[in-house]
């Protein structure tokens, strides 16, 4: 167990449906991401919150939909998906998103992951 | 390419040898970490080396880090089978002003019995 939970861990889903995905983690970080794993493809960022704050987001269709309500809590709201869609979506966390005494970035805990079929 | 790549794509061994796992990046890092992954799992950190660093060690793992070649390695000695797992590389890099942790694509490590 990493500390960071994930729900559901696996998802089917039509195209014009709605869902949302949870991620919550026990570790009091700072800093929540959220991931896309395709088959035969790297590691996709998506979105990155800080502070309940959102930094980043990689370009992400606008059919995902992030929120993060608290430091623990983030969540990913899907609608209109497409057949591509289908993936693991990982999320992680990490004390903070950037150290300021080393310049680097922290180590990241990952969630079990969500396996998503959009049919 | 990718920031982080690894080498080999796929590596098969038998129980007991020792794995090697390779990694090259393009730009000047902070720090390298090594993550591995069981099939449809989330990703697990097992060590990570500075840039001012050259070996690291952690039980089984020996992790190299060569910043003039920009290569880093994974030893994973006395294997077993449950190693087998994917084994991905990730270095921290500046994107636009920020740093972010950005992923190569694994390499999928099977131990036969």
């Known amino acids: ?119 | 390419s990718q920031q982080g790549e690894e080498d080999p794509q796929a590596l098969s061994i038998q129980e007991g040898e020792n794995a090697t796992m390779n990694c090259s990046y393009k730009t000047s890092i902070n720090n390298l970490q090594w993550y591995r992954q069981n099939s449809g799992r989330g990703l697990v950190h097992l060590i990570l080396i500075r840039s001012n660093e050259r070996e690291k060690h952690s039980g089984r793992l020996r992790v190299t880090l060569d910043t003039s070649k920009k290569s880093s390695s994974l030893l994973i000695t006395a294997s077993r089978a449950a190693d087998t797992a994917s084994y991905f590389c990730a270095t921290d890099v500046a994107i636009q002003g920020a740093q972010k942790l950005v992923f190569g694509q694994g390499t999928r490590l099977t131990i036969n019995p």
């Open chain 1, 1 to 119: 167990e990493t500390g960071v939970t994930q729900t559901p861990r696996h998802l089917v889903m039509g195209m014009t449906n709605k869902k949302s995905l949870k991620c919550e983690q026990h570790l009091g970080h700072n800093a929540m991401y959220w991931y896309k794993q395709s088959a035969k493809k790297p590691l996709e960022l998506m979105f990155v919150y800080s502070l309940e704050e959102r930094v980043e987001n990689n370009s992400v269709p606008s059919r995902f939909s992030p929120e993060c309500p608290n430091s623990s809590h983030l969540f990913l709201h899907l609608h209109t998906l497409q057949p591509e869609d289908s993936a693991l979506y990982l999320c992680a966390s990490s004390q903070d998103i950037f150290r300021l005494t080393s310049g680097s970035t922290d180590t990241q805990y990952f969630g079990p992951g969500t396996r998503l079929t959009v049919l």
